[in-house]
């Protein structure tokens, strides 16, 4: 079934075309991985998918319901969770009260939706406290104290430590679990590994890899290849806001238009009898034809 | 309608085109400030208003001529400049944003406060030493100062250019404007350009000032803010940061109020300012001319520097509270007691502004307006509808959340210094439709006679009565906004301060919780503002003026951001240590602009942190 659909979306920056035509579909339980060089237009699209921002053109449905004029509180409400690149946990917050925030949206108030009487509504609940928005407020604290246990002994002994005072990685970790608390049906992560050391990254992928065997429908922005091609059902490439690639990883690895955006073309001002010699294992992409490497033989050489 | 002839016409649009070529001076100075120095100077408007003052001296005291005042005011306060940007603000540049924000609003306050000392508070007339008559020009009347101020305008305006455009200095000035950190890699003294820019703006605002005060032949006390006011809106209209865009913003600005003057009275004057400030924030806040940069970054959310609040024990609070609820009991001196009223008082009210500003984010420099609503509604509602004093300070402090809210509700979209501004404006709209609205209102001459407070049918007007009732209201106040503050609206209210974007990815709606915050808020101070107009019987326009709010906002930050008892601790502070040194109470405005300004810079966190 799918979960996510993307079509068409098309995002422009004054005359830059960010994302251009860009559609997926993610199926559930799948993870797919978007990959590409800086600047290809990953987060573009995240941030379209989530509501951050508005898209120029095409359409974002998740569950079978457009959301792509939703704001991004709405989706998150429809189960859409996302963490961010450069970490944005919050920082006067404690940890716990980070996760507690991503369960905004599965607590009764939330359901207080008309516009005046919804918010006086709200007020009075939280001045009143009965008790069974007490009973509610004490489940979703055992609640993030286990999704806090789910880090090994890296987030719970500093449920109460303001999220300032932690380490990159914890930081990082905190988002995640902030997002899992809002118990979503798709799940966002940009560049979760981003700046960890290996021992870190391990311990994410081995995290990532416990989401999917529960059935976590997830999608991936991630510059370290082990990683994809470890978690990945679907990688697609992306490269000046367009896909360029799609498929199985292993089939993605070895296409050479995705080793094109992240390697470059070429120039190579030699015969093609040298030209075997230097080439590394990787297939020659055909319009490299000597003719139209000529006019780069006549530069001088050092 | 009024009969619009021609030549009526032509003659408001020179007006307001000598005006708007004022305004044009003014914003020019902010776009220049904000464009380099990327910080919206609050403390414009009083470096035009100490122009003002000086070329008033230099003319009607000195009799000098007016060329050579010119140059005089444009040196000093090009000086003034310079020593805020030195003093004020260079060592606030790695603070978080809304540092230099605050700090310009407390050398503004300060500054404004010096000018009163020295001149007095009366408006002072400053005749114009310009040739009276009139001069014909194809069928157009106009006199020898609108031909001095468009002549000026123009010549400073092709200076300018030529500086920019030609001059290394004016190079290293534009560069700084479009990335600073590139262009200190390529050499360039950013201080100086920060000093230089300073300087010409500062220099600009004062020959502004002296041009408005030979306009209207008078200088007067609150010309500062005013003049902030329409600078922000020229500017805003024009589009933030750039130079063409403010005299276009000041030119229409100036049009649009002379055409509206013409069509409705003087009195409605500064009305359209704000109006106008208001509708280019919501419909289209780049301005005409302005880049669409990406919406700017959260300022509190930085602000609120990770500090630890100082732990207070609770028996330490509970002692506190039965000391001052038995304090009547020890002593019955009367001005102890009214001063501790007025600390109760200004304690909700900063209580209010803790909420709003400090746990939820969202700078306001219009807190008073709520006490104004409040106010002003409970005395209506007694007075004109015989409505006990119970009922009628409840439903004042209703009345002030829910119109409170539902003004500002078009400032929520804005982030960063235009919330700020935005609730600057919104206060004064306030003040001038209670202004104007002369029916309900009164207009200047205020509501007088109002009802004493009442409970059960006892009267409270007795010192040690008002003392204890207000130190209830307080109370209760304060137990119910902690009860809010610790539950999960206080979280998600936190979570609006810190990161709003990473708050609405998970759900939170933040036009909601930002009304949620301001309508609380609103409450507690219209209770306040209920209390106080019926205590002094008498209120008007005045009573809850721009200081308060800026006075609210210096206990706040002393107090520490959103620390509940910080906000008691600085409104108690502020309160009553300026009663024991008595001697300087002439210079108490200019003390708290003073202290604003020494805690961003030393201890913005305040004295017992923020939470």
């Not at chain 2, 940007?85 to 060592?91: A, K, P």
């Not at chain 2, 500062?202 to 006390?221: P, Q």
């Not at chain 2, 959103?562 to 300026?578: E, K, S």
Request: positive net charge; aromatic residues 8%; hydrophobic residues 50%.
């Amino acid at each position: 079934m799918t979960l996510l659909k993307v079509k068409k979306i098309r995002r422009e920056f004054g005359g830059v075309v960010a994302v251009n035509d860009v559609s997926l579909a993610l199926t559930e339980g799948e993870t797919i991985s978007v990959i590409g060089p800086n600047g290809a237009g990953k987060t573009t699209l995240f941030n379209l998918i989530t509501g951050l921002d508005k898209p120029d053109a095409g359409s974002v449905m998740l569950d079978g319901h457009d959301i792509t004029r939703l704001k991004p509180d709405k989706r998150a409400a429809r189960g859409l969770a996302r963490t961010f690149q450069n970490g944005r946990v919050f920082g006067n917050l404690s940890v716990l009260d980070n996760v507690l925030i991503g369960a905004h949206t599965r607590q009764r108030a939330y359901r207080l939706q008309t516009p005046v009487l919804g918010l006086i509504a709200e007020l009075a609940l939280a001045f009143v406290q009965p008790p069974s928005w007490r009973e509610e407020r004490q489940r979703l604290r055992d609640e993030a104290m286990d999704i806090l246990a789910l880090f090994s002994d890296r987030l719970a002994p500093r449920a109460n430590q303001p999220a300032y005072s932690l380490s990159y990685a914890n930081r990082r970790r905190t988002e995640m679990a902030r997002a899992l608390a809002l118990r979503p049906r798709v799940l966002l992560l940009d560049e979760p590994t981003a700046g960890m050391n290996p021992t870190e990254t391990h311990e994410i992928l081995e995290f990532i890899r416990a989401l999917k065997q529960r059935g976590m429908t997830i999608l991936l922005i991630e510059h370290k290849l082990s990683l994809v091609m470890e978690l990945s059902d679907r990688v697609i490439v992306m490269d000046d806001g367009r896909v360029i690639a799609e498929g199985l990883p292993n089939a993605v690895r070895n296409d050479p238009k995705v080793i094109e955006a992240y390697l470059g073309r070429k120039q190579w001002s030699v015969n093609e009898h040298e030209q075997e010699a230097e080439l590394p294992k990787t297939t020659v992409n055909p319009a490299l034809s000597a003719q139209r490497l000529r006019p780069w033989a006549r530069r001088a050489r050092p | 309608m009024p009969d619009i002839t021609l030549r009526a016409l032509l003659d408001q649009t020179i007006n307001g085109l000598a005006i708007g070529n004022i305004y044009a001076l003014v914003a020019i100075g902010l776009a220049l400030i904000f464009g380099v120095a990327n910080l919206i100077n609050f403390a414009h408007g009083s470096v035009y208003m100490i122009g003002a003052y000086l070329g008033w001296i230099c003319v009607t005291y000195f009799g000098l001529p007016l060329a050579l005042t010119f140059v005089i005011v444009a040196a000093a306060c090009a000086l003034i400049g310079i020593l805020i940007e030195r003093f004020g603000l260079r060592s606030l540049q790695n603070s978080a944003r809304i540092a230099p924000l605050l700090a310009t609003i407390g050398i503004a306050f300060a500054l404004d406060q010096l000018v009163q000392i020295l001149f007095s508070a009366n408006p002072q007339s400053f005749p114009s030493p310009l040739p009276s008559q009139r001069i014909q020009l194809g069928g157009v009347n106009i006199g020898w100062l609108d031909v001095l101020i468009a002549g000026m305008t123009l010549a400073i305006a092709a200076a300018l250019y030529g500086f920019l455009r030609f001059t290394k200095l004016g190079w290293s000035l534009r560069a700084t404007a479009q990335d600073r950190e590139a262009a200190q890699q390529m050499g360039v003294d950013v201080n100086r350009v920060n000093a230089t820019t300073f300087a010409v703006a500062a220099a600009l605002g004062g020959i502004a000032g002296v041009l408005i005060g030979m306009y209207f032949n008078t200088v007067y006390s609150s010309m500062s803010y005013q003049a902030t006011l329409k600078g922000f809106a020229a500017n805003l209209l024009g589009g933030l940061g750039s130079v063409p865009g403010a005299i276009v913003g000041g030119l229409l600005l100036g049009l649009i109020e002379s055409y509206g003057v013409a069509l409705l009275g003087a009195t409605y004057r500064n009305l359209f300012a704000f109006v106008i400030l208001i509708g280019v924030l919501v419909f289209l806040p780049s301005g005409l001319f302005g880049k669409r940069r990406a919406a700017p970054e959260p300022l509190t959310g930085t602000f609120v520097s990770n500090s630890k609040p100082v732990p207070v024990p609770p028996w330490l609070i509970v002692a506190a509270a039965l000391v001052a609820a038995f304090l009547p009991a020890i002593t019955t001196n009367p001005y102890l007691l009214q001063t501790l009223t007025n600390a109760w008082l200004f304690s909700m009210l900063a209580l209010s502004l803790t909420l709003v500003t400090g746990i939820a984010g969202q700078i306001s420099l219009g807190q008073a307006g709520f006490l104004a609503i409040g106010g002003y509604t409970s005395a209506l509602l007694t007075m004109r509808l015989h409505a006990p004093f119970e009922l009628s300070i409840f439903i004042g402090a209703i009345v002030a959340a829910a119109l409170g809210t539902l003004l500002l509700l078009p400032a929520f979209r804005l982030r960063g210094p235009y919330v700020a501004i935005a609730t600057l404006a919104v206060g004064e709209i306030i003040n001038q439709i209670i202004l104007n609205w002369e029916g309900v209102t009164n207009g200047p001459l205020g509501l007088s006679n109002i009802p004493p407070p009442t409970l059960f049918g006892l009267q409270i007007i007795t010192p040690t009565a008002v003392y204890w009732f207000t130190l209830g209201l307080l109370i209760v106040a304060a137990l119910a906004q902690l009860r809010l503050v610790r539950s999960h609206l206080g979280r998600t209210w936190r979570a609006v301060r810190e990161d709003d974007v990473a708050a609405q990815a998970f759900g939170v709606n933040l036009n909601r919780y930002k009304a949620l915050a301001f309508a609380t808020a609103g409450l507690v101070a219209g209770l306040s503002g209920a209390f106080t107009a019926h205590m002094y019987s008498y209120v008007n326009h005045e009573t809850f003026p721009a200081a308060t709010s800026i006075l609210a906002l210096t206990m706040v930050i002393l107090g520490g951001m959103g620390n509940m008892i910080g906000a008691v601790v600085g409104a108690v502070a502020l309160t009553t240590i300026p009663e024991v040194f008595r001697f300087l109470a002439e210079y108490r405005y200019l003390v708290y602009g003073i202290v604003l300004v020494l805690l961003i810079r030393f201890r913005p966190q305040g004295l017992l942190g923020t939470i």
